[in-house]
């Protein structure tokens, strides 16, 4: 029975690889799209992974009496300002000179656990009693769990009622009889609770009822329903101030204001929209949309102001790109940014059973750019820093590479190569974890990213989940089913490496989610990183000696015959002098003449090298056939006649196997380059 548990669980891993880890996965995208940190997991324990976005403002959690906690600066810029046009009250001016409460304690985050074992919260670092801020929900049957934003109500669903809770003060505030509810969701500041559960038809296949619903949290009425078919981004999606709303329908986005959902006040009608992300924070609200290509048209992304979305000028910025089949894309938390993450469901190469993807940058002043990401294969994360001007790709086949990338897309630091398929920057931005979760041990990498140094390498094994508390110094990882069935547990650690808390469910009984309460910005001031692991009274999790990534088949075999000893050590990609500046434009654009000459000598070497075999074959036949274009760029050119021969070449190969010889291994290699090399011809020519 355990074998077969066992050996489930091991395929339950294997299935999780496919899926990028945690936010990249598809549940991710879901999350990605409101930019909302809490957004509600999709049910049974998916290791959906809270975004790294807004955290929220000052509540009061766990028993002791609630405070006055200030207003946060994330609001400020809006809260602050009088609508009248008058200027800002004194208290108002106040608030903003001092917005992190200096002299008050901060509060202790809650931990919310969703399993067998119920539903129940227990208090953050350093107590880890269960809370009395949320009576356990004994009901096996909690599906649906979300704390609003800024971490002050909790809603849920037992399988019988849709429950809210005042964490201050442990109040049932609502109680609503939606039995079937399998998400639910808060709007950004309290207002409206919404509620989903599957469309059906009715027997005589009428039209169902609509099944999602938009309650008013202060009156518990319901303010509007409406059908939604797909559970796939559900949930309307509101500007973080509320005077805007917004749902995808019948490919039209419609926008709502003020929470009036009777009135659609503005529609964007492209040829079709797949998909939308409202920017967080402040007015003015931007709006990026992706429209899926056809007919040979590439797919785009584009960013508007709204409600400006008529006229042929009102973009903001394009992006094009050709062979997505869907898009994840990115806001910075400035909203000045968006990065894109395309994806095809397979690669045609057949390299990668990720798909192929592929990552673009397009920032609301026109700007965009193809990131260009030094090492083939699959894309297994990209997140934003909290600062919004640098983020971080985890990228390539196994060991992968990671790199933080400045706005100009230009690479700040590499972090060389390793066993890791994602990254998570602290809440305050300064500090960022790299890890190789799924079908990875569970090492992770903590990195100060202020100075580039590594301050821990602890191990968490079999973890499907991992978060940044919003403390910015706790960490909690998790092992939940239905990923892992064995070994059901939560450990919350502090960055520095040590375990203080660790948690696994009795042998017969399952954890499904964990996750924390949400703060607002500036509760938790920015401290100081530390490199000496915080004591603990529980064994720290030694570090297991560092292995080089092995597939496999190599496993055992001894590792000096292998030569996967491709590993590449950490490398600040700064010129050495001009530590903080960035390179002028001239030195730029010399050292990447320098790059694309050195790569070219390099492949034109390799090239040389694998085809002895064509060098006798028509290579020289005049390429009259490709019309000749130039880009303006001399650097841009060079590449394309490079790609265009090799694209030639592996034309000619295609005509040899197809005359009946027997290709070279190298050579079968080259042609399965096809599809790669056509997407980067596409992408120069296009000019992206
Ligand atoms: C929650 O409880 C606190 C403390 O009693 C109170 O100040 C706050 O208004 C309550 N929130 C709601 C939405 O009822
Ligand atoms: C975006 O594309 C539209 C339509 O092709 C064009 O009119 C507009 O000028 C473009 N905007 C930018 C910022 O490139």
């Known amino acids: 029975m355990f074998l077969l548990c066992f050996s489930l669980a091991i395929r339950m891993r294997c299935l999780a690889t496919m899926m990028r880890p945690g936010r990249s996965g598809p549940a991710a995208a879901t999350a990605a799209r409101c930019q909302r940190q809490h957004r509600a997991a999709p049910p049974a324990g998916n290791t959906y992974r ?16 609630p405070r006055h906690v200030p207003a946060p600066p994330a609001l400020t810029p809006w809260s602050d ?33 969703r399993g067998s074992e119920g539903l129940y919260m227990v208090n953050g670092p350093p107590s880890f009693t269960e809370s009395t801020a949320f009576q356990r929900d004994s009901g096996k049957n909690c599906k649906a769990v979300a704390f609003s934003k800024d971490g002050s ?12 809770v005042n964490i201050t003060n442990a109040e049932l505030l609502r109680s609503f009889d939606l039995p079937k509810t399998v998400c639910l969701e808060f709007s950004p500041k309290n207002n409206v609770l919404a509620t989903w559960q599957a469309y059906t038809t009715a027997k005589d296949g009428t039209a169902g009822v609509p099944n999602l619903q938009l309650h008013d949290v202060k009156t518990g009425k319901c303010l509007k329903s409406f059908i939604q078919k797909k559970m796939q981004n559900w949930c309307p999606c509101w500007a973080d101030d509320e005077t805007i709303c917004a749902r995808n329908v019948n490919n039209e986005v419609h926008f709502f204001e003020n929470n009036n959902f009777n009135t659609i006040v503005n529609k964007l009608h492209l040829q079709k929209v797949n998909d939308f992300v409202l920017s967080p924070g402040a007015q003015p609200t931007k709006v990026a949309v992706y429209v899926p290509g056809s007919k040979g048209a590439p797919s785009f992304v584009r960013l508007y102001q709204y409600p400006n979305f008529n006229g042929p000028q009102s973009a903001l910025a394009n992006k094009s790109f050709f062979k997505a089949d869907k898009v994840t894309m990115l806001w910075n938390k400035k909203a000045t940014a968006v990065l894109v993450i395309a994806s095809t469901e397979v690669d045609k190469t057949g390299a990668s059973y990720y798909g192929e993807q592929t990552l673009h940058y397009i920032a609301t002043n026109g700007e965009s750019a193809v990131v260009q990401l030094p090492k083939n294969g699959p894309i297994y994360d990209v997140v934003w820093n909290p600062n919004s001007v640098e983020f971080c790709a985890v990228y390539g086949f196994m060991p992968a590479k990671a790199t933080v990338f400045n706005l100009k897309c230009d690479p700040v630091f590499d972090f060389g190569t390793g066993p890791r398929n994602a990254a998570y ?30 301050i821990s390498k602890p191990v968490a094994s079999d973890s499907t989940y991992f978060a940044w508390c919003p403390d910015g110094e706790h960490i909690v990882t998790a092992t939940c089913a239905p990923r892992l069935r064995v070994n059901n547990g939560y450990k919350i650690w502090h960055y520095t490496g040590s375990v203080l808390h660790s948690y696994e469910v009795p042998p017969n009984e399952e954890m499904w989610q964990v996750f924390w309460q949400p703060f607002l910005d500036g509760v938790f001031p920015a401290k100081a990183v530390k490199y000496q692991a915080v004591p603990s009274e529980l064994p720290s999790a030694e570090p297991k000696p560092a292995q080089a990534y092995r597939p496999p088949a190599l496993r055992n075999k001894p590792a000096t015959s292998s030569k996967l000893h491709e590993d590449e050590p950490p490398q600040n990609m700064k010129p050495p002098g001009s530590s903080d500046k960035p390179l002028s434009k001239t030195a730029l654009k010399n050292q990447r003449k320098h790059e694309a000459k050195k790569a070219a000598k390099q492949e034109a070497k390799a090239d040389a090298n694998q085809e002895p075999a064509q060098s006798s074959a028509p290579q020289n036949a005049p390429r009259s056939t490709v019309p000749v274009v130039t880009s303006g760029d ?3 050119d060079k590449k394309i006649k490079n790609l265009k021969k090799k694209l030639k070449a592996i034309e000619q190969l295609k005509e040899q196997a197809a005359a009946g010889k027997q290709l070279e291994k190298n050579q079968l290699e080259k042609i399965q380059k096809e599809t790669a090399l056509l997407q980067e011809l596409e992408d120069l020519e296009l000019g992206l």
């Open 153 to 164: 109500l909790f809603a849920w669903c037992n399988g019988e009622k849709v429950n809210i």
């Open 81 to 113: 300002v009088d609508v009248s046009g008058t200027a800002a009250t004194p208290l108002a001016r106040k608030r903003k000179s001092s917005p992190a409460a200096p002299k008050m304690a901060p509060p202790t985050p809650l931990l919310a656990v």
């Open 425 to 454: 920057y602290s809440p305050h931005g300064h500090i960022l974890v790299l890890a190789g979760f799924g079908n990875l041990r569970g090492q992770m990498e903590v990195w100060d990213v202020k100075n580039y140094k590594l």
């Open 634 to 636: 001399p650097e841009v």
């Open 50 to 65: 809270a975004r790294g976005g807004a955290r929220i403002t000052g509540r009061q959690s766990g028993p002791p009496p």
